[in-house]
T-cell receptor, first 109, second 115 residues
Framework: RKEVEQDPGPFNVPEGATVAFNCTYS??????FFWYRQDCRKEPKLLMS???SGNEDGRFTAQLNRASQYISLLIRDSKLSDSATYLC??????????FGKGTTLSVSS | EAGVTQFPSHSVIEKGQTVTLRCDPI?????LYWYRRVMGKEIKFLLH????????ESGMPNNRFLAERTGGTYSTLKVQPAELEDSGVYFC?????????????FGPGTRLTVT
């Protein structure tokens, strides 16, 4: 079983749509949770950290369910510029990041 | 503020040759990480430096890979001799030792092709 599992997609949505990505992790000792965004042939960039209480940053909302070891990312009002691969990432504090393979999103006009 | 930089951006070498990759972390970041993405796979951890010391090298695939961080500033990752399966994108990341240490910032990567 992979440590971090994501639906690879691709998710093809029109502009303005709402899209949700899910992720599960296997190590219950994981302490920190993130969504990174990676554009084609670029480096991963931190999109947002994910907290147990849930957190929102503009059109993006992240949720964490520690009991189910499940992380989600919701994107509202999708823009063309949201097209990218979204990486679910976990770690224990101060250690290596563990990546999922990523979910590809394509937003079309 | 300058981000993480890596050199070279691309490298094409033949099997059996040696390649050295370089990473310059964000100034003041004591944590430095190397990761690798092989085609079709997820990004995987290679090793972690805290200043000049290797904190965790559990992800290094074999003894053909040697990482150094002399003086606790920039780091090099040498592959000698390179094999076909070493092809991939090598990312370096850095983070602060104290302030938001869990937030790692990535460099643009070195795309290594072994032929």
């Amino acid at each position: 079983r992979k440590e971090v599992e994501q639906d690879p997609g691709p998710f093809n949505v029109p502009e303005g749509a709402t899209v949700a990505f899910n992720c599960t992790y296997s190590n219950s000792a994981s302490q920190s949770f993130f969504w990174y965004r990676q554009d084609c042939r670029k480096e991963p960039k931190l999109l947002m950290s994910v907290y147990s209480s849930g957190n929102e940053d503009g059109r993006f909302t992240a949720q964490l369910n520690r009991a189910s070891q499940y992380i989600s990312l919701l994107i509202r009002d999708s823009k063309l510029s949201d097209s990218a691969t979204y990486l679910c990432v976990v770690n224990q504090a101060g250690t290596a990041l563990i990546f999922g393979k990523g979910t590809t999103l394509s937003v079309s006009s | 503020e300058a981000g993480v930089t890596q050199f070279p951006s691309h490298s094409v070498i033949e099997k059996g040759q040696t390649v050295t990759l370089r990473c310059d972390p964000i100034s003041g970041h004591d944590n430095l990480y190397w990761y690798r993405r092989v085609m079709g796979k997820e990004i995987k951890f290679l090793l972690h430096f805290v200043k000049e010391s290797k904190q965790d090298e559990s992800g290094m695939p074999n003894n053909r890979f040697l990482a150094e961080r002399t003086g606790g500033t920039y780091s090099t990752l040498k592959v000698q001799p390179a094999e076909l399966e070493d092809s991939g994108v090598y990312f370096c990341a850095s983070s602060s030792l104290t302030d938001r240490a869990y937030e790692q910032y990535f460099g643009p990567g070195t795309r290594l092709t072994v032929t």
